[in-house]
């Protein structure tokens, strides 16, 4: 995304807003020269080359969680969109289920990417990454029995559909949950590491 009137990271090459005095995607500050840039750059690989602290229980479950569902995501999405290239070239002439199918394919995969940056979010402890999670959990809920009621109707008894699009996503949503109220239970901690 572009921002009117912005400034573009001379590190890691992201947009920012007018106002940031830092890029919020790496903290780099505003203005850096080239040499500092390259300089700042070299130290970014340096740290991502340390092996990764190995992160207390605030991140530790829904980072985990949510890198199974950001990976299920994407491949989930792949598999529905080559389904969807088997249709258009099987001669499917159903236009609302090619619709439906390929809606599917494309949210599971925006599901998947949204779940990878919030996983980043979580790492760096960010309010709005859990609050964020939440809300996929809930999406995923939702589109689950949506997903078994339009595409396979009676396949599977609504009743388990629930219960199970419940414990699975309600699961991560429930982890994210929990980090939320650790975050700030251990704010305290938190700070002073």
């Given at each position: 995304m572009v921002f009117a009137g912005g400034w573009t990271c001379q590190v890691c090459w992201k947009s920012n807003r007018p106002q940031d005095p830092v890029c919020y995607r790496c903290k780099s500050r505003r203005g850096l020269t080239p040499d500092e840039a390259e300089a700042e750059r070299k130290a970014l690989e340096?740290?991502?080359?340390l092996p990764e602290v190995v992160p207390d229980l605030v991140v530790a479950l829904p980072v985990v969680i949510?890198?199974?569902?950001?990976?299920?995501?994407r491949r989930g999405g792949i598999g529905i969109l080559a389904i969807l290239a088997l249709e258009v070239f099987g001669g499917v002439h159903n236009v609302?289920?090619?619709?439906?199918?390929g809606a599917?394919?494309?949210?599971?995969?925006?599901?998947?990417?949204?779940?990878?940056?919030v996983i980043e979010g979580m790492r760096g402890r960010e309010v709005w990454a859990f609050?964020?999670?939440?809300?996929?959990?809930?999406?995923?809920?939702?589109?689950?029995?949506?997903?078994?009621?339009?595409?396979?109707?009676?396949?599977?008894?609504?009743?388990?559909?629930?219960?199970?699009?419940?414990i699975v996503?309600?699961?991560?949503?429930a982890a994210a949950a929990a980090g939320l109220v650790l975050l700030f239970l251990?704010?305290?901690?938190?700070?002073?590491?």
């Open positions: 340096a740290r991502a080359e949510f890198r199974g569902y950001a990976r299920a995501w609302g289920a090619l619709l439906v199918t599917l394919g494309f949210g599971l995969v925006a599901c998947g990417f949204a779940a990878g940056e609050i964020f999670g939440i809300g996929l959990s809930i999406i995923g809920v939702i589109g689950s029995i949506a997903a078994f009621q339009v595409l396979a109707p009676g396949l599977i008894h609504p009743t388990a559909v629930r219960w199970g699009s419940l996503f309600g699961g991560a949503g251990r704010r305290d901690r938190l700070a002073s590491s």
